[in-house]
């Protein structure tokens, strides 16, 4: 059993939103690497830590753990519990909606209101 880690909630929902963002991005571009016709290489071990060592500088309170990781297991994530948007410029496809700011749009979600900025388009 694993030693137990007290982090704070916005730690944990950074580290969160990280992982859920990071994950959606690397489908989004092995789709466009797959219809493009290309190949790519998985990242190596050093490229990995980099990664790691970095977290230990952003988040203090997890330092300890991510140097002991030395070099981090090859990670992919699950494929989205949901059919990804048809692409821009397909029949039915829509310019894409700008990026909300994660904490703009808890605050949004809260309210009551949704997610994207009024108006055509997704523009305000």
Do not use: C
Request: hydrophobic share 35%; glycine share 12%.
């Amino acid at each position: 059993m694993g030693k137990n880690v007290i982090v704070s909630e916005e730690t944990l929902r950074d580290l969160l939103e990280a992982h859920a963002s990071l994950s959606a991005w690397y489908y989004v571009l092995w789709n466009a690497l797959r219809r493009a016709g290309g190949t790519a290489n998985a990242p190596d071990g050093s490229e990995r830590a980099a990664f790691l060592e970095r977290i230990a500088q952003e988040y203090p309170e997890l330092a300890a753990m991510a140097r002991s990781l030395g070099e981090p297991r090859m990670f992919v994530p699950a494929p989205p519990s949901v059919a990804p948007p048809p692409l821009v410029g397909s029949a039915g496809g829509n310019e894409p909606t700008t990026a909300v700011e994660p904490a703009t749009a808890r605050a949004r979600e809260r309210q009551g209101g949704g997610s994207e900025p009024e108006g055509e388009g997704g523009r305000s």
